[in-house]
């Protein structure tokens, strides 16, 4: 079975290429950011977590200390890199797992992060989807409840779209809101592309 990665700047519509894909093509999305708020309490995870940050790294049993988590991220690159050394390999285990239950010719691997972390070679192939920065904008706005200065903040974080264009092996482009006709041709092509069969 084949790995594609799906990945996306904020506000790009990567979660909605995903549920197209799923709602018409039948293919399933491993969504990374919800399962990795799964791992941060697998038993393993959590000792390696609270001998590294300390017992304030949670709040209770099933709580995250999430301010002391967002400081880390955004404050403190070792931390960050000591956190993700943690995290990531739960991940990748969980996704292996999860992929052999899968039926289909290939599974989707939903990621903003894919190049920024360095994790496009797990995958046979990167798709990107992409839009124009004054859509990105107004869509994170929209779907956050956040001011520009806010999203731009964010984006900050991530790199430029150009230069994963370059490195995605096809890219979705996703400019307008009410375009899935538009969007299942593109998708349609990706299968061609990557040699995906779609049976």
């Given at each position: ?27 399933p999305?491993?969504?990374s ?8 309490f ?5 000792q ?18 999430r ?27 969980d996704?292996?797992?999860w992929?052999?239950?899968q ?7 939903e ?20 839009a124009?920065?004054s ?24 790199w ?9 092996d ?23 592309f990557?040699?995906?069969n779609?049976?």
């Open positions: 079975m084949k790995k594609v990665a799906i990945t996306g700047n904020i506000g790009s519509g990567k979660s909605w290429v995903c549920e197209l894909f799923k709602r018409h093509l039948g293919i999305v491993y969504n950011d919800d399962a990795a708020k799964q791992m941060y697998l038993p393993d995870v959590r390696q977590l609270v001998k590294r940050f300390g017992d304030a790294f949670y709040l209770s049993e099933t709580e995250l200390n301010k002391l988590i967002a400081d880390l991220i955004f404050h403190d690159e070792n931390a960050q890199r000591d956190l993700e050394g943690i995290l990531y390999p739960a991940l990748f285990v996704f292996e797992q992929t052999e239950r039926l289909t010719p290939y599974v989707l691997f990621s903003a992060l894919i190049f920024e972390k360095r994790l496009e070679k797990r995958f046979d192939a990167v798709v990107m989807v992409s124009s920065e859509t990105r904008l107004r869509r994170a706005m929209e779907r956050d409840h956040c001011d520009e200065a806010t999203v731009r903040a964010r984006m900050a974080k991530q430029p779209e150009e230069g994963k264009r370059l490195l995605a096809y890219v979705i482009w996703h400019e307008n809101d009410d375009e899935d006709e538009a969007l299942m041709k593109q998708i349609i092509e990706v299968q061609k990557c040699g995906l779609p049976q």
